[in-house]
Nanobody, 121 residues
Framework: QVQLVESGGGLVQAGGSLRLTCAASGSGFSINEMGWYRQAPGNQRELVARFTSGDSTDYADSVKGRFTISRDSPRNTVYLQMNSLKPEDSAVYFC???????????????WGQGTQVSVSS
């Protein structure tokens, strides 16, 4: 019962920047983890960055020092600031959340529809 909507993707030259936004909506849930994954053509979906349930951050080695994940205080919106973009960063970026249904205490994974990021050389 959680909806995730991504925005902010687009076309950018190598070395440029983009900021992705993921907004979560719904009721009766509590988000325990939220982050970003990406999938390039022919590749598996991979973790880019995330907030863990303990509010720590995890980053893929390939984006460390270039990407920064952040969120609003209510923790229903997360951002991914992407700097020094490279062509190999081109992919569809998906927002992911693990949320608990407060009525049942069961947790589920949710995915947004994705936003395209294209980096030209």
């Amino acid at each position: 019962q959680v909806q995730l909507v991504e925005s902010g993707g687009g076309l950018v030259q190598a070395g440029g920047s983009l900021r992705l936004t993921c907004a979560a909506s719904g009721s009766g849930f509590s988000i325990n983890e939220m982050g970003w994954y990406r999938q390039a053509p022919g590749n598996q979906r991979e973790l880019v960055a995330r907030f863990t349930s303990g509010d720590s951050t995890d980053y893929a080695d390939s984006v460390k020092g270039r990407f920064t994940i952040s969120r609003d205080s209510p923790r229903n919106t997360v951002y991914l600031q992407m700097n020094s973009l490279k062509p190999e960063d081109s992919a569809v970026y998906f927002c992911n959340a693990i949320a608990k249904d407060l009525r049942t205490s069961r947790s589920y994974k949710y995915w947004g529809q994705g936003t395209q990021v294209s980096v030209s050389s």
